[in-house]
């Protein structure tokens, strides 16, 4: 994925003076706008994560979210709901903190999923997700009572939401996870960083 939402993202009823015009009355871009400016510049500065931020209506809201999940469960190109949607509430549970994913692995899949088992953690755009009429909520995190996780709700994440695919590694032995390849540095057991991981 090139990181962009493609022109066929479906459209939300929007009225015409707001297609027509490429600011609101506040000055913000209007809609029609975040979808041109979204499919052609990725969000590489303040003042464009500024605009996306506003878009999304929550300034704790971020662009960029990380939802964890076992490899054979995700397929490249196509939508993507967790094992658990249903029994969940319909809901794909995610984390806005990267360094916080190897926390919540350890502390909900380490026993659960066997240490041969592969995983891989999904980089979803936020702005993707709205601009497809879905969704996003922070809520209260079952670990933390002082953060929030975002929840992307109802529906499954569409393909082109899905940024980037990271490998995450994991102690052979234990199954502890260890980091999420290129996005997060290697956890530790015992003082000492683990050199022994799952391919």
Known sequence: SDG??????????????????????????SEAAIRLLHHHQPPSTSIIMGWYQEFLGDSDM?????????TEDYTKG????????????????????????????????????PASQSWVCLEIDTVCLRLNGMEVEMVQSDMDPELKCPHVKKESIP???????????????????????????????DGKTMKQVSA
């Open 62 to 70: 971020p662009v960029k979210i990380y939802h964890l999940c076992p």
């Open 78 to 113: 196509a939508s993507y709901k967790p094992a658990n949607f249903e029994k969940d509430g319909r809901i794909t549970r995610c984390m806005h903190d990267p360094h916080r994913l190897m926390e919540t692995a350890n502390c909900f899949y380490q026993k659960s999923s």
């Open 159 to 189: 393909a082109e939401a899905v940024t980037q695919v990271f490998k995450v590694l994991r102690d052979n032995d234990s199954g502890q996870f260890i980091a999420v390849q290129g996005l997060t540095d290697a956890c530790s057991i």
């Open 4 to 29: 962009h939402c493609p022109h066929r993202i479906k459209n939300r009823k929007q009225n015409t003076s707001s297609q027509q015009s490429e600011t609101t009355t506040s000055g913000l871009p």
